[in-house]
């Protein structure tokens, strides 16, 4: 069994964007989000994945992620997945020992930028970067499934 441990926060600043060691492109769609789970199948450069994830609130859930042929993916995306599609530029970023990804999406999620830290373990320590503001970890509204049905554009 796969566990995530994550935490969401808004950001304050611009600042992380001098960090910036790596930077990919991500397209992903989902097949269903129900109330106990989402499927998701995700493009990256050449690369494809199918995800599955509790729906889970708070900063830890069961994943499990399976790579699976890009034809494949991109067919799922195009006749199967629910719109609008999530688009975004995940932006790496080190500090103090851990990679914080930053997701800058667009499409009809412009404008939204979110920043998630990986933990191995529940008591795990991480500092927080100066550009980090708001933890959003257990507000649904910012949880890329949600975002397929409620986009950011929607947002008052």
């Not at 900063?59 to 067919?75: G, H, M, S, T, V």
């Not at 995940?90 to 930028?113: T, Y």
């Not at 507000?139 to 950011?152: E, I």
Request: charged share 25%.
């Amino acid at each position: 069994m796969a566990i995530e441990i994550e935490h969401k926060f808004l950001l304050a600043n611009e600042n992380w964007r001098s960090q910036i060691h790596k930077s990919i492109i991500i397209q992903q769609g989902y097949l269903t989000s129900a109330p106990t789970n989402s499927i998701r199948v995700r493009i990256s450069d050449k690369n494809a994945w199918m995800n599955i994830k509790s729906a889970t609130i708070g900063n830890q859930r069961l994943e499990f992620e399976y790579k699976i042929p890009l034809p494949d993916a991109e067919q799922i995306i195009a006749e199967l997945c629910q719109g609008p599609l999530i688009t975004k530029t995940r932006h790496f970023v080190k500090h103090d020992g851990h990679v914080w990804e930053i997701d800058e999406f667009s499409g009809d999620n412009d404008g939204l930028i979110v920043a998630e830290i990986e933990l191995s373990n529940l008591d795990e320590k991480f500092s927080i970067p100066d550009w980090i503001d708001k933890e959003v970890t257990g507000d649904l509204k910012y949880y890329n499934n949600n975002l397929v049905r409620h986009p950011y554009n929607t947002w008052k």
